[in-house]
């Protein structure tokens, strides 16, 4: 090993390399410490947010393994932001650009740095896409941790959780329930650290991660606030010196076979539509060639099999309970439905790990296989004069699968908002945000806010909704997002006009306007780009967007 690891970090032990040395020995480090491979700690560690205020300590566990293993560990942080506060605000613009803010600064870092090693944990949404983008990026040895799901809320008995605080608004605009009673779901909806707790981005994110093979098993269901989660950084910290001493690098594991993986559970879970989308940035990190229509074949095959907030009834710590996502995994490798050869973080293939795992319990969280929730998965891909490069809709615990109705046209999710609540919309009406892409927000805001108070109102299953916005992963009713090419980029939604019939339809897959090619011509001679008068992080990031088809890659 420690001929290996000389090699590994030869930067530092050249005779030249003295002045380096002498500003690491600073900190602590001997000469025995040179002769081990440094090993950087990316902690997302932040007290804006109860998906991260815990990972303080979850980074000092990773160190502790690094070090245990014989690994020279050194903990650096990069930012965060918090989805569920921001939601519904102008801020929510900056949150899918964080996930770009934090790949760059963790590849910084480590390139920096020069370390040979990096372990890094995430908490709230965008960490686990952008911890994963500089792990592509960078391709030194690396394992990622999540730092968890949240508990479930309790109310007489009854699980909550922050989806149900969104959904009260509405309930409350509505008359269904009184100020006590929002107060009530506001004051225990969230009871501690950790992610929310639902199949919500956080939750498919690390799933889709340990289903790649970039999470030790069982990462991404142990709860924040366990035991278990301690010790899977601890895990982590040592696993990192196996992959260096075997030389297993991310492009080694992140194959096209292991996005594909990671896609299937994302379907047998029911995962948030934001899987799609980050899924393909970080498949282009590592020059995977992975498109939209990847998810439409695979989900073709794969059943949907929890039952899981937000179309379901149970959370992230049910599944946990009853063998958590490993023992989903297993399932699907016997049916047939994962690559088990794939290489992993252990340093042994999928197969490999899963073949001392229990199978499922009885519990609450999975129902069967045969009698699935959907026979397919409910990530649908659509297409058609309205989204010409696709969109995506989560077709999950509905009952209709498709609508047909009149456009109600809004340049704002606080627009539409306003008019949900002064009860402006009817049943029948297909709601379309639209200048909210990753260009026109900038930045592709999250609406979980409108559609929560649509469904809260009684309305989620009488109205549509389309927009080149995205959705949070607690979303659910008849809604469509990614639409590409976005509004600001003079995609058809732009020329959209009130009172023009659009078409959702799951089962043709189709997302269509009743407006013909040469109206749409005619249109588009009088269109204009809005202007967006902007400066700093959300300048740079309008002009560097790619389009939600590619993922909103910004290199």
């Not at 990530?379 to 809709?393: D, F, Q, R, S, T």
């Not at 740079?540 to 088809?549: G, P």
């Amino acid at each position: 090993m420690e001929n290996n690891a000389k090699k590994r970090s030869s930067v530092f032990n050249d005779v030249n390399r003295a002045p380096n040395r002498a500003m690491i020995r600073a900190m602590g480090i001997s000469d025995e410490d040179f002769k081990k491979p440094f090993v950087g700690i990316a902690s997302t560690w932040s007290e804006v947010t109860p998906c991260n205020m815990h990972i303080d300590e979850l980074a000092r566990k990773a160190k502790k393994g690094s070090k245990e293993g014989g690994g020279t560990p050194f903990i650096f942080n990069t930012i965060t932001v918090s989805d569920g506060i921001s939601m519904g605000t102008e801020g929510m613009r900056f949150s899918l650009p964080s996930r770009e803010v934090i790949a760059d600064s963790i590849e910084t870092v480590i390139g920096a740095q020069n370390y040979d090693g990096l372990v890094a944990i995430g908490g709230c949404d965008k960490n686990m896409p952008g911890c994963m983008i500089a792990i592509g990026r960078l391709n030194v040895p690396s394992v990622f941790v999540y730092g968890g799901t949240i508990r479930a809320g309790k109310i007489d008995g009854k699980d909550i959780d922050i989806v149900s605080a969104f959904e009260a608004v509405g309930k409350y605009n509505n008359d269904d329930i009184d100020r006590d009673g929002l107060h009530k779901i506001e004051c225990n909806a969230c009871p501690g650290a950790g992610s929310c707790g639902g199949m919500y981005t956080a939750n498919t994110m690390a799933s889709a991660i340990e289903a790649m093979g970039m999470s030790l098993p069982g990462s991404s269901s142990n709860p924040a606030e366990t035991n278990e989660k301690l010790e899977d950084c601890e895990a982590a910290g040592k696993a990192i010196m196996n992959l260096l001493n075997k030389g297993i690098t991310p492009k080694d594991i992140m194959t096209k076979k292991a996005f594909e993986n990671a896609i299937t559970v994302v379907m047998a879970l029911g995962g948030s539509t934001n899987a799609v989308l980050h899924l393909l940035a970080i498949a282009h990190t590592v020059d995977v060639p992975l498109d939209i229509d990847d998810f439409e074949r695979i989900r073709q095959h794969v059943p949907h099999i929890a039952d899981l907030k937000p179309s379901g009834r149970y959370v992230m710590g049910d599944l946990s309970e009853i063998g958590g996502v490993p023992a989903v995994m297993k399932l699907l490798l016997e049916k047939g439905l994962l690559h088990g050869d794939c290489m992993t973080v252990t340093g042994k293939t999928i197969e490999e790990n899963l073949a001392e795992v229990p199978h499922l319990k009885e519990g609450q969280g999975i129902i069967s296989f045969e009698n699935p929730k959907r026979k397919t998965g409910p990530l649908v891909i659509l297409k058609g004069n309205l989204a010409p490069e696709g969109a995506v809709a989560k077709m999950s615990g509905l009952k209709i699968k498709s609508i047909t109705g009149p456009a109600r046209v809004f340049d704002s999710e606080q627009e539409a908002t306003d008019a949900v609540l002064n009860n402006e919309i009817n049943s029948g009406d297909i709601i379309v945000i639209r200048y909210v892409g990753p260009k026109g927000g900038p930045g592709m805001a999250e609406m979980l806010s409108i559609t929560a108070i649509v469904v809260g109102k009684g309305l989620g299953e009488k109205v549509g909704l389309i927009t080149d916005g995205r959705f949070s992963g607690g979303t659910h009713g008849l809604v469509v997002g990614h639409i590409s090419p976005e509004a600001q980029a003079g995609g058809p939604i732009a020329l959209i006009r009130e009172g023009d019939m659009i078409t959702i339809d799951s089962e043709t897959q189709e997302l269509t306007v009743d407006v013909s090619e040469e109206e749409f011509k005619d249109r588009a001679k009088n269109w204009t780009a809005p202007e967006q008068n902007l400066r700093g992080t959300l300048a740079k990031y309008a002009r560097s967007v790619a389009s939600a088809s590619k993922g909103a890659i910004t290199d």
